[in-house]
């Protein structure tokens, strides 16, 4: 059994409303935790008591040094470090967040997120793969506009390639921009949430941040960019092809997918399935994977995809 001593209004906060906070850290890690006055006790087996305790003492390190927590940020910590053991409370807190544009700040919830984005950072050409809602979009757009806010690029590209998903562009009324628009609204919404409205329209017009159909790269050769492919479950071969060799000196490009989701007409294979058997090991590209566990959207979202995927497993054997 282990003993640490915390600040009287720090208790209160790392143990939440009804202790709600300590008793999800408790079923995470299979420790018990007690206070008694300002002293914690934690029993449990070996490993999981030295990770509690680890936990406990960069709280009251973090606490004293001034700050703040909610109950929802604690326990998404607490969630990456029983997920990743190397990963901690101070790292989650110091490393894990960033704000690309001085408008909101962006953590990652879980550890495949973070492998993401520290992927991001270490590696020019990043897939990430997996189910809708896990965030691969969104935390590209965050990484690509933090790198035109350091400079580190001079522009952001984000591209889709338009495949009708059931629907038929044909109908829909309106110039080539119109019709397109619908695809990109995904991009559009991402970069609404990180920047100002005024700042993301200007950045727009003055074509440093472009948003356009996959078909509109060809021919181009990109350097000093941030280039984001969406989407590319839906690529052909020649267009992941086409795409990854629009990479120039000073780039970065990001491709995101789901491979359950090919919306390609029959007969035409997946660009994004072929380029993971072709690239999985060259060196300099790294494929990070999500799984439902990463869905950070309302848990019912969690649970529809999990359902689908037991119903596909049931329907192959």
């Not at 984000?158 to 080539?176: H, W």
């Not at 990479?247 to 660009?271: E, H, M, N, W, Y």
């Amino acid at each position: 059994m282990k003993k640490i001593e915390l600040p009287p209004r720090g208790l209160e906060t790392l143990f939440g409303v009804h202790d709600q906070n300590i008793k999800y850290l408790e079923s995470l890690l299979d420790v018990r935790i007690d206070a008694r006055g300002q002293d914690v006790s934690i029993d449990g087996g070996p490993e999981d008591v030295k990770t509690a305790e680890q936990i406990l003492e960069d709280f009251s390190e973090l606490f004293k040094e001034g700050r703040q927590f909610t109950d929802k940020e604690l326990r998404e910590a607490f969630a990456q470090i029983a997920e990743d053991r190397a990963f901690s409370l101070r790292d989650y807190f110091t490393k894990a967040r960033f704000n690309p544009a001085g408008k909101k700040q962006v953590a990652s919830k879980s550890a495949n997120q973070r492998k993401y984005i520290q992927a991001m950072q270490d590696k020019d050409v990043v897939f990430g793969i997996g189910v809708a809602g896990t965030g691969k979009t969104y935390l590209a757009v965050a990484m690509a506009v933090q790198a035109l806010m350091q400079k580190k690029v001079n522009r952001i590209v984000l591209a889709r390639p338009a495949v009708e998903a059931g629907e038929k562009l044909g109908f829909l009324p309106g110039d080539l921009q119109d019709k397109v628009d619908p695809y990109l609204r995904p991009l559009y919404d991402a970069l609404f949430d990180l920047i100002d409205y005024e700042r993301v329209t200007r950045l727009l017009e003055k074509r440093v941040i472009e948003v356009a159909p996959l078909a509109f790269m060809r021919g181009r050769t990109l350097a000093d960019a941030f280039i984001i492919l969406d989407e590319a479950q839906n690529t052909t071969s020649e267009q992941m092809k086409m795409f990854l060799t629009r990479i120039g000196f000073g780039s970065k490009a990001v491709i995101t997918g789901d491979v359950t989701q090919v919306d390609l007409p029959a007969g035409k294979r997946s660009g994004l399935i072929e380029a993971e058997r072709i690239l999985s090991n060259l060196e300099g590209i790294e494929f990070v994977y999500f799984t439902e566990k990463d869905v950070v959207r309302h848990q019912l979202v969690q649970m529809i995809i999990k359902a689908y995927e037991e119903h596909t497993k049931k329907s192959h054997i």
